[in-house]
């Protein structure tokens, strides 16, 4: 387009609510705050090298112990007062020499097929698995098919990311079932594999990883992800018969659990430094990709709030810490080990807000708190529109700083906008180079913002 | 992440104004267009098609011809009533065998860099051209340097889009001014050449083309955009005094206007046939990339407004158009010829609706009325907010419906979030794969969705 004054004007006048005058200051705060991070902020740079300096960082890999150590620098550069490290005991699952898949035809040939063990799952034997395939759609087809149709079987679950579903994270969550749940439901009926499409809601050919959980009842069966398109030719060829068995072989164990760290950095309020504000990401990032939605941009947008705040000369009179959490992707030892630790401080941690939803463009915020904080909350919401990010609403967190909630910490997520979100999580897709610079910058700004809110004002 | 329940609990319960009852049919209406086009869009399979099989599409090339026909093609199996092309005379502008440029060091070496014709620009004479450079920010610089600092020089113009404006667009229209004017302005002070800082919001190695105007008082210079990296990188060569000169050869230049066609896709009214509805996007495309924001999105939404409707068996009261609109990039005589036609066709346009800000998730629209139109424009507006499109905003159209502004059309903007537009816009970079479905599709729906409500209820 090259006359854009039309849409130009349409943009510069989104309507607004006007602010009140108490709050016009906070929005020259806010203003500074954005235009700071807009022109000098750091956060991508410090992403560049969390995903192609240090790479992927599963909990317990060396990874995972660099990216302490290299966030740890990034918090000192960035200004903190303090910067520690806190210790927590996290899982050591590791993928070994990778996988190796084929299906066999009832022609006679065979097709090697991508396919990736889920987190957390168990290694098959150095033979592998064979088996005839058997697809289901929902846990309730498997019940209907029962132990007749399912033992001695490789079971595929078919289940796709409902399109409809606006918000992507609810498809996800839908559909997150058959990766948590689906291989010790198949070993229920007897199954000796499990092969799921992958947790995403576009169609290529990356295969995408996750947790899954094992129920103490049944064996533990192997099981891998196919990618979407995979799952789609499969589904395609067991329908018209031309799958005789499916093999599969995945070198996936649980090692001792292993040493490491969540990363802390922290400036000292002026007024109430016994007031905590925490804000956060997870470092650990599965093994495919870079970690770079999930979940490098929350970690490197947590430490843009503390530069900002330096490179502003702003003192909150509040204490504000950002945390990096360990072992959220398949343990969440760091975030119960931060909790943990808030309950026996003698301090009152009274607000914590995540950003683990990726670094795209931001949206809004969701909150957990009290009747009155949620009031005091949405009064702030007029101070984000003009950012984008003026969609408040009543619920939200994250992973890492669930485990603060009983200690009465008020909390709240950063909702960026969920559509590309599911296109890389937890695939080797995940990679720097999927992070737009602004989207990451305008996260970090919103998020600075209410940081600097409840800094000032409480809660 | 695993542990999403917070965070989808806050993204269900963004805070929406309960619709009148007149508006909940209208909002199930929405949803099956959503739900439809979710499921079975073929958006971004056309746009596929438009960027990979047929490619750039500048006026007059190739290219614009044969999208002529499958766009039109599209159309009939989208199950348009009619489709028709509409004749107009467009620019033949070409780029020709390329560019070439360097930059001669003061210590005798010299380095290639990557440097793009402006659009409508001059070529150079084959020995090309050559002379010493002079850096300027801005006009005024250029201005205070005069003819003594300028005169057979080539004037660089480094001018970096604000990256505070928190809408891109406005950082574009102020920068554009260097690649609009910046040639003809650096000729009246007697350079021989001119590079210009491509408009871009990233920094990367791309260089951005697009329309540059001559003003016929003025000899016309070649002109040329580098990328902002390669801008910077000047930039800091010229202060540290180790650029010599620099030499550019272009080979571009203007042919006689040649015949094309706006395509025109149409569902016929049912109870107005005469009071049309136009939706649209620019066919034509810059010579560089495939034109898959800018504007093959535009186009490929449009004709799923039609498809939509035909699939739903939506009967639309109104006429509905879906247009795709010749030559907005360099010339906009698919738009002026749409209008004349209009002026003249006994027909009562009551609203036109242009995408042509990119395909990336719906943020809103913006919208030129009467104040009745727009007052019940602002009632709908709770309609979209689930879709995540509630910023509906006075004063937005687009440069291809502007022209039916004077026959009282009432128009709007489609406003997708700007943060990555200038990314890839204009610049080889701007690819099928820039593209995500989802926030495609998104713009579909709610593009469908307010042409639905015209169609419906009138303004």
């Given at each position: 387009?090259?006359?854009?004054l039309?849409?130009?004007?349409?943009?510069?006048?989104?309507l607004?609510?006007?602010?009140s005058?108490a709050q016009s200051?906070?929005s020259?705060v806010?203003?500074?705050i954005?235009d700071?991070?807009l022109?000098n902020?750091?956060?991508?740079?410090?992403l560049r090298?969390l995903?192609?300096?240090?790479?992927?960082r599963l909990s317990?890999s060396?990874?995972?112990e660099?990216a302490?150590q290299?966030?740890a620098?990034?918090?000192?550069e960035?200004?903190?007062?303090t910067?520690?490290l806190?210790?927590?005991?996290v899982p050591?699952?590791v993928?070994?020499?990778g996988?190796?898949?084929?299906?066999?035809g009832?022609d006679?040939g065979?097709r090697?097929?991508?396919a990736?063990?889920?987190?957390?799952?168990v290694?098959?034997?150095?033979?592998?698995v064979?088996g005839?395939v058997v697809?289901v759609?929902?846990?309730?087809e498997l019940d209907?098919?029962?132990?007749?149709g399912v033992?001695?079987?490789i079971?595929f679950?078919n289940?796709?990311m409902?399109p409809t579903m606006?918000?992507?994270?609810?498809?996800?969550?839908?559909a997150?079932?058959y990766?948590?749940?689906g291989?010790?439901?198949?070993a229920k009926y007897?199954?000796?594999?499990?092969?799921?499409?992958?947790?995403?809601s576009n169609?290529?050919?990356y295969?995408h990883?996750?947790?899954?959980?094992y129920?103490d009842?049944?064996?533990q069966?192997?099981a891998?992800?196919?990618?979407?398109r995979?799952?789609e030719r499969l589904?395609?060829?067991?329908r018209?018969?031309v799958i005789?068995?499916?093999?599969f072989r995945t070198?996936?164990?649980m090692?001792?659990?292993?040493?490491?760290?969540?990363?802390?950095g922290?400036i000292?309020?002026s007024e109430?430094?016994d007031e905590?504000?925490?804000?956060?990401?997870h470092?650990?990032?599965w093994?495919?990709g870079e970690?770079?939605h999930?979940?490098g941009?929350?970690?490197?947008?947590?430490?843009?709030?503390l530069?900002?705040m330096?490179?502003?000369g702003?003192?909150p009179?509040?204490?504000i810490?950002?945390v990096?959490?360990m072992?959220?992707?398949?343990?969440?030892r760091?975030g119960?080990?931060?909790a943990?630790?808030a309950?026996?401080d003698g301090?009152?941690?009274?607000?914590?807000l995540?950003?683990?939803a990726g670094?795209?463009?931001p949206?809004g915020?969701?909150?957990?708190g009290?009747?009155?904080?949620?009031?005091k909350?949405m009064?702030?919401?007029g101070l984000f529109q003009?950012?984008?990010?003026?969609?408040?609403a009543?619920g939200?967190?994250?992973?890492d700083?669930?485990?603060?909630r009983p200690l009465?910490?008020?909390?709240?997520?950063?909702?960026?906008?969920s559509?590309?979100?599911f296109?890389?999580?937890?695939a080797?897709?995940?990679?720097?180079?999927?992070?737009s610079?602004?989207?990451?910058?305008?996260g970090a700004?919103?998020?600075?913002?209410l940081v600097?809110?409840?800094?000032q004002?409480?809660?």
């Amino acid at each position: 387009m090259i006359r854009f004054l039309l849409v130009v004007t349409c943009c510069s006048l989104i309507l607004v609510p006007k602010p009140s005058a108490a709050q016009s200051e906070d929005s020259l705060v806010i203003r500074r705050i954005a235009d700071e991070i807009l022109r000098n902020g750091t956060a991508y740079e410090n992403l560049r090298f969390l995903c192609k300096q240090v790479g992927p960082r599963l909990s317990g890999s060396a990874g995972a112990e660099r990216a302490v150590q290299e966030t740890a620098r990034m918090m000192r550069e960035a200004g903190a007062d303090t910067v520690m490290l806190q210790p927590c005991l996290v899982p050591h699952w590791v993928r070994g020499d990778g996988e190796a898949a084929y299906v066999y035809g009832t022609d006679g040939g065979r097709r090697a097929i991508r396919a990736v063990a889920l987190g957390n799952s168990v290694g098959t034997s150095k033979k592998g698995v064979r088996g005839k395939v058997v697809e289901v759609r929902d846990f309730a087809e498997l019940d209907r098919l029962g132990k007749a149709g399912v033992e001695g079987r490789i079971v595929f679950f078919n289940h796709a990311m409902d399109p409809t579903m606006l918000q992507t994270f609810r498809a996800y969550g839908q559909a997150g079932a058959y990766r948590g749940n689906g291989p010790s439901m198949a070993a229920k009926y007897g199954a000796v594999g499990v092969v799921i499409r992958s947790l995403a809601s576009n169609i290529d050919d990356y295969p995408h990883t996750g947790s899954t959980r094992y129920n103490d009842s049944f064996p533990q069966l192997p099981a891998v992800a196919v990618s979407t398109r995979e799952a789609e030719r499969l589904s395609a060829d067991l329908r018209a018969g031309v799958i005789r068995e499916l093999w599969f072989r995945t070198t996936a164990e649980m090692l001792p659990d292993a040493p490491s760290y969540n990363v802390i950095g922290e400036i000292r309020g002026s007024e109430f430094p016994d007031e905590v504000i925490t804000v956060g990401g997870h470092l650990d990032s599965w093994d495919l990709g870079e970690g770079a939605h999930d979940d490098g941009t929350g970690c490197v947008q947590s430490i843009e709030v503390l530069r900002v705040m330096k490179a502003l000369g702003i003192r909150p009179k509040r204490t504000i810490r950002a945390v990096m959490f360990m072992n959220e992707e398949n343990g969440l030892r760091g975030g119960l080990a931060y909790a943990e630790a808030a309950k026996e401080d003698g301090r009152k941690h009274v607000f914590a807000l995540e950003s683990d939803a990726g670094g795209f463009t931001p949206r809004g915020f969701g909150f957990s708190g009290s009747p009155a904080q949620f009031q005091k909350f949405m009064g702030w919401r007029g101070l984000f529109q003009p950012y984008g990010a003026g969609d408040f609403a009543n619920g939200g967190g994250g992973a890492d700083i669930g485990p603060l909630r009983p200690l009465g910490t008020a909390l709240a997520g950063f909702v960026p906008d969920s559509q590309r979100y599911f296109d890389v999580h937890h695939a080797s897709s995940d990679v720097f180079e999927a992070v737009s610079p602004r989207e990451l910058n305008l996260g970090a700004v919103v998020m600075a913002g209410l940081v600097y809110l409840v800094s000032q004002h409480g809660l």
